[in-house]
């Protein structure tokens, strides 16, 4: 948004329903709130229906907060997104783990992932566990001596045509997109129905699971633990 970094906007595209929320950073009490019902039964997302809806609503958000959207924050649903799992292993280490280590295994955890996924791009990287000498953890143990270490990771990957698609119909409202989110993931942390879901979104963005790393800028706001190594290689 323009000159206004005070708030967050949201939109939930799934086969089923769209949403488009606005939100305070601050409280992150809600000052617009849209639902567009489309079919429960469908299962393939509806480019056209996301247009209308847009076009419905942008310029309501506009008027209602005085200002433009530049950027929105994506989170879909459809069977067209797919996990990837992969497993990278370091054998005769004999030193202490540290991040320069875990980075480089990580660097060629995402190159394989690269070969594999033609014309899809990954929208997360999630840790699921690390084995160290046959033990396995769910946070890095630091500063540890092994011999052996290897990681469990998990790819979650779109279509890059989905995301052209999308880019598209944004473009027509000079939007851009901001970050991409997978509600399959969200819903892991929707442990409590009261909670604002676009919160826990936000939440998950700005790194609260410090086992997803992101591949981001060096200009980059704080996203979690591996923020820094992610740059040498993004």
Do not use: W
């Not at 909670?195 to 060096?218: A, Q």
């Amino acid at each position: 948004m323009r000159d206004n970094l005070n708030f967050e906007v949201f939109l939930f595209f799934s086969p089923e329903k769209i949403i488009l929320s606005v939100n305070r950073k601050s409280d992150f009490v809600s000052v617009f709130n849209k639902e567009f019902f489309i079919n429960e039964k469908s299962t393939h997302l509806d480019f056209e229906k996301l247009n209308f809806f847009l076009n419905e609503n942008i310029f309501k958000i506009e008027k209602t907060l005085g200002n433009f959207i530049e950027k929105v924050n994506l989170i879909i649903k459809s069977s067209d997104l797919f996990n990837l799992q992969l497993s990278i292993k370091k054998n005769d280490y004999n030193k202490k783990i540290n991040l320069n280590t875990i980075s480089s295994l990580l660097k060629d955890a995402k190159y394989q992932c690269n070969n594999t996924i033609h014309k899809n791009k990954i929208i997360h990287i999630l840790i699921d566990n690390y084995i160290i000498d046959n033990h396995s953890y769910t946070e890095l143990p630091l500063n540890q001596k092994c011999e052996n270490f290897s990681l469990d990771i998990s790819f979650i990957c779109i279509p890059e045509v989905m995301v052209g698609k999308i880019e598209g119909i944004l473009k027509t409202y000079q939007i851009t997109l901001n970050n991409i989110v997978s509600s399959k993931y969200i819903e892991r942390y929707l442990n409590d129905e009261s909670v604002n879901y676009f919160h826990i979104v936000s939440k998950i963005i700005d790194g609260h699971n410090k086992n997803e790393f992101k591949i981001t800028n060096k200009t980059s706001k704080n996203m979690g633990f591996f923020e820094k190594f992610f740059n040498l290689f993004g």
